[in-house]
Structures are given as structure tokens and as C-alpha cells.
């Protein structure tokens, strides 16, 4: 008898390809495993074929495949490898990290991409689960991985405002904060890897780049693989330091930003392109994806601390093979995550007045709740534009034309020999094909300043929403610190080390404050310029309208 597998999600098929939509509890017949990049063959019950990720099943045992079985929930983690294919996923995303019994050649090193690289079909539904459920550890979780979310769960330590994206491509390695504040983390970190921060002025900054580059992203291409069964864009980055081009697919950027939000937690780290946008590999979607992926290299190539990280410098500079596996298990393997982060940081000896950093994170506090609403508006209302100039500006403006045009076909079946009248006649259909062209611009302008502004707005978006996490990751630090003097108070912690603790808590400070300001200084930039950019569109484009109907005014004189 043929193997058969139980959906454990829904998964929505691209359409035109192999692809299979599977419902979650669908019992499936398993017919080629071989397929590779992490899907499965298999048949439905009502005979159709088709490919489906292998995340997105578990195999069923022969007495579960029974016809008179009812199939048994998804297995818990402590049920049998075998059951899994020997993998471990990361249950209910779309990446998986492969075991160590199989090759992990460059391509299986990004294996299953479930998404397409410009956007899915219908968002892929997982199933419901109550609070209780929830701490409940998942199909294929790794036990680190449910410690730490029941430790997330019961410790106010650390404790995060907002949504937290979780690693998908690795079992969870973050390290509790603890470990760098009570100094039980022991780890020497060379000079050539230290980070400093200085003061300037009446405040504190990361130490400036000295040696600044930036990254073009170009050159988008489709490529396939299984002889077109699975398509893809490659983007092409060139750093000028080098100007040496290496090719990354989104999925490379995701898993680069997995791993940037997880080492670096009291830095905001830019957004990604959103993966659900419509349409497949148009051409526009695809420059809009490239766009927003150089807002997000060019944020890196400026930040102080990102664009030296190791993680990013491997990111655009390997294109061997075997270096990139290296560079890549060292990276998953990062010891200093998080606030052990800090152990890299040397700042300035003066201990910082623990009430004046509590009156600055309240002012970002207070200052991000109300800039995250203006992004998101100003986001909103670039759609919004956009929309409009695309549809019901273009088709007014085309009525209006259409309807003048028409006037001057009437006059024209009475011209007779008279030549102003021949004149007048053909003012007005030039009047109106005036109005038709003036829609096609409003169709065209959007790309030139509303997508635009939007798409550094989006960057914004991204960048603010983080920061609520921020702050919390440096509460959390302040609240154990607090913790400790009430111990030793109590005298239940020695004076020495409550000295450690509060020399390392104004470290976390310092990082925080040379966060904030780096953050007002670039965007007090490149909000003048984005503005000024944007006007500059404007302005143009009422200029070319204007020049237009002059145009045509004039035939009126003529």
C-alpha cells in the first residue's frame, strides 16, 4: 500500500503550475518524496497531483492510513524522527533547517520556498489554537525552542511589547539577557570586533563608519529550476567597496534578516519588501521589490553597527560555496545575541544618570507611538494616491477629453468651406485629446513620486514599528537591575557584583541612546531629501499639464 501523509495546514497552490492546494486534516497519497528544495509529490482523494512543501505534512503510519481510522492529531515533539523524514521544521512557516543526514549544498541551504519570491496567492491559514495551546510545544519543535517560549511566557524579564518574528530557519539560540548583566557570559571578543560609542555634544552616538560604501541592488532576473516547475528572481548586488556582484533570492535577504533581528535587539533592523504582493513577476511589482529592497541595503550600509556586522559582510561579499556553508553555520551559531550583544560594546566610564535615561526612552516613547501613526498614514494615503491617479483621476480627465473630442466631430459634419470654422473645429478635438493624454499621465506619474514615497515610507514603518521592542528589551534590563539592589538590600547579593550589574546596565543604556540619536540624525536627513524629491515630481508633473493646455490654448489664436 502506498504512503500516505496528513496535511497538518492549509497550503493555497500557485495556479498554471504543479503546485497542489491541500486543506489541513486532507489525507493524502504520497508518490515521490525525490522531488527535492522540500516538496513532496502525492495524490488527492478526488485524483488530482501535484506538489506540496513536505512541511506542510507528516507521514502516517500504516495502521493510521487505515480507511476505518479516523487520522490523529499532528505528533508531539517527543514522537519518532522517522515520522518527520528525519527533519526539523519550524512548524508553520515556510523554511525549514535541514538535518544533518542530508547535503547542505548552496540551494538546499535555502531550501522550501512555499511563498513566491514577488508575493503568494491566498495567505496560507494554520489552525487555530487557544492559550493553553499555544504552550503547548508544536509538530517537529525543538525542546530548546518550547523552554524558551514557556520562559517567555512566565518571566518578566526581557518581556516585549509588539510581535516578534521568530527564526524560522534555525532552532532558537537566543541567550536570556541575564547572562550579560550578572556577567556568567565569558567571552572574549577581539579589538577588530568591537563597537564604541562616543559622546557628541550633550548626548552619545555610535563611533562614525570610516569607511562609508553603499550597495546597488540591480539587475532583477527570472531563473527556474525542476526544468521550470519553480521560478524565482535574483537580484544582483554590488558593493563599491569591492564591485565584486553577487546574486541573493528574497529568501537569502529573509534569512539574513532573521538573523540580523535576532543578534541585534536594541537595534531596529529595516524591513523587508512585504511577501504578500499580488501578482507574479510584472514587471513593476518586480522594480517596486527591488526598490524596497535597496531602501532596506542602503539603511544597513548607513548604520554604524549593521553595516560592519559579520553576518551582513558575508552576506554580500561570499560567492564561494563552501565559505558561504561556513559563514553561514557560524552565523546560526552566534553566541552573542541579544542584550550578550553588549559584551562588544565599549563606551564611556561615566556612569549615566539612571533618571535622565528614563526621561529620554519616555520621550521615544511617547515620540514613536506618534510618529508610528503618521507613517502608517502617510503609507495609507500613498495607496491611496496612487490608486486614484491610476483609476478615477485617469478616467475623469479621459471623459472630459472624450467629451470635447466628440464636440469637435459634431462641428466638423458643418464645417463647409469656412476656414475659422475648419480652425475652431480642430482646436477642440486637439482640446480633447489634450484632457486623454493628460489621463495617460496621471496613469504613468505614480512611479515617479507617490510609489516612491511610499516605498520609503514603508522602510519607516518597519523601522518604527521595531522600536517598541527596543525599549522593551532595555526595560527589561533596567527592571533586573532594580531586581539586584532590592537584593542586595536584602543582602542576598554581594556590593561587588550589583557594581557589575549596574556598569552593565548603562552599557544596554549607552546602546540604546546611540540607537535613538543615530535614528533622529538619519532620518532628519533623508526625510529633506525624500520631501524634496517628492515635490521636485510634483512640481513637474503640473508643469507638464500646464504646458499642454497652453499648447492648446494657443491653437485657439492661431
Known amino acids: 500500500m502506498a504512503a500516505q501523509v496528513q496535511a497538518l495546514y492549509d497550503f493555497a497552490g500557485e495556479p498554471g503550475t504543479t503546485e497542489m492546494s491541500i486543506t489541513c486534516g486532507e489525507v493524502l497519497t504520497l508518490l515521490n ?3 527535492g528544495e522540500g516538496w513532496w509529490e502525492g495524490k488527492n482523494a478526488q485524483g488530482q497531483t501535484g506538489l506540496f512543501p513536505a512541511a506542510y505534512v507528516r507521514k502516517l503510519s500504516p495502521e493510521e492510513s487505515a480507511p476505518t481510522k479516523v487520522a490523529p ?9 522517522d ?17 544533518a543526514s542530508h547535503d547542505d549544498g548552496w540551494d538546499d541551504d535555502w531550501d522550501d520556498d512555499t511563498y513566491s519570491e514577488i508575493g503568494p496567492g491566498a495567505p496560507q491559514s494554520k489552525p487555530s489554537m487557544s492559550r493553553q495551546q499555544q504552550l503547548t510545544p508544536l509538530p517537529g519543535m525543538p525542546i530548546s525552542d518550547f523552554n524558551q517560549q514557556m520562559d517567555d511566557n512566565t518571566s518578566s524579564f526581557g518581556s516585549t511589547v509588539g510581535t516578534v518574528r521568530k527564526n524560522k530557519f534555525a532552532p532558537s539560540s537566543k541567550i536570556s539577557g541575564e547572562s550579560y548583566l550578572l556577567a556568567t557570559l565569558n567571552v572574549e571578543v577581539p579589538e577588530t570586533e568591537k563597537v564604541y560609542i ?6 552619545y552616538v555610535w563611533a562614525q563608519i570610516t569607511q562609508p560604501y553603499n550597495v546597488t541592488v540591480a539587475s532583477p532576473k527570472k531563473e527556474s529550476k525542476f526544468k521550470g516547475i519553480k521560478s524565482f528572481i535574483a537580484y544582483q548586488l554590488t558593493p563599491s567597496f569591492n564591485n565584486i556582484q553577487v546574486s541573493r533570492r528574497y529568501k537569502h535577504f529573509d534569512w539574513l534578516h532573521e538573523r540580523l533581528q535576532e543578534k541585534f535587539t536594541l537595534i531596529p533592523i529595516p524591513p523587508l519588501p512585504d511577501k504578500q504582493i499580488s501578482g507574479r513577476y510584472d514587471e513593476q511589482l518586480i522594480e517596486r521589490r527591488r526598490v524596497q529592497l535597496q531602501e532596506f541595503v542602503d539603511w544597513m550600509c548607513k548604520h554604524p553597527v549593521l553595516s560592519k556586522s559579520d553576518v551582513w559582510q558575508h552576506f554580500l561579499t561570499c560567492t564561494d560555496e563552501k565559505r558561504w556553508k561556513a559563514g553561514k553555520r557560524q552565523a546560526e551559531r552566534d553566541n552573542l545575541l541579544g542584550l550578550n550583544y553588549c559584551v562588544s560594546l565599549v563606551v564611556p566610564e561615566k556612569a549615566l544618570l539612571q533618571s535622565q535615561v528614563d526621561h529620554i526612552t519616555e520621550q521615544c516613547h511617547t515620540f514613536i507611538g506618534s510618529m508610528d501613526t503618521a507613517v502608517k498614514s502617510v503609507t495609507n494615503m500613498c495607496l491611496a494616491q496612487t490608486k486614484r491617479f491610476q483609476g478615477p483621476y485617469k478616467t475623469d480627465c479621459q471623459k472630459v477629453g472624450e467629451a470635447i473630442y466628440n464636440l469637435g466631430n459634431a462641428l466638423s459634419l458643418d464645417e463647409g468651406t469656412v476656414i475659422s470654422t475648419a480652425k475652431l473645429t480642430s482646436a477642440i478635438k486637439m482640446t480633447g485629446g489634450a484632457y486623454i493624454e ?15 514615497l511610499g516605498d520609503k515610507f514603508h522602510l519607516y514603518k518597519g523601522i518604527v514599528g521595531s522600536f517598541p521592542d527596543v525599549l522593551a528589551n532595555h526595560k527589561g534590563a533596567v527592571q533586573k537591575r532594580r531586581e539586584c539592589e532590592r537584593l ?24 540604546l541612546l546611540a540607537e535613538i540619536n543615530h535614528f533622529k540624525s538619519e532620518r532628519t536627513e533623508d526625510l ?17 499639464i500646464v504646458e499642454k493646455l497652453e499648447v492648446t490654448l494657443n491653437q485657439y489664436d492661431e
Open 488 to 511: 542586595t538590600a536584602e543582602h542576598k547579593m554581594e556590593v561587588a557584583q550589583l557594581n557589575e550589574v549596574l556598569r552593565r546596565t548603562d552599557v544596554i543604556s549607552y546602546a
Open 528 to 544: 529633506k531629501a525624500t520631501m524634496q524629491k517628492f515635490l521636485r515630481q510634483q512640481i513637474n508633473f503640473y508643469k507638464r
Open 73 to 81: 492529531p499532528a505528533p508531539r515533539y517527543d514522537q519518532a524522527a
Open 33 to 35: 518524496t525525490d522531488i
Open 438 to 452: 493628460i489621463g495617460r499621465m496621471y496613469e504613468d506619474q505614480p512611479k515617479y513620486d507617490w510609489e516612491p
Open 198 to 203: 562616543v559622546q557628541e555634544g550633550d548626548g
Open 83 to 99: 515520522e518527520w523524514g528525519e527533519q526539523q521544521y519550524s512548524a508553520g512557516d515556510n523554511n525549514y533547517q535541514r538535518a
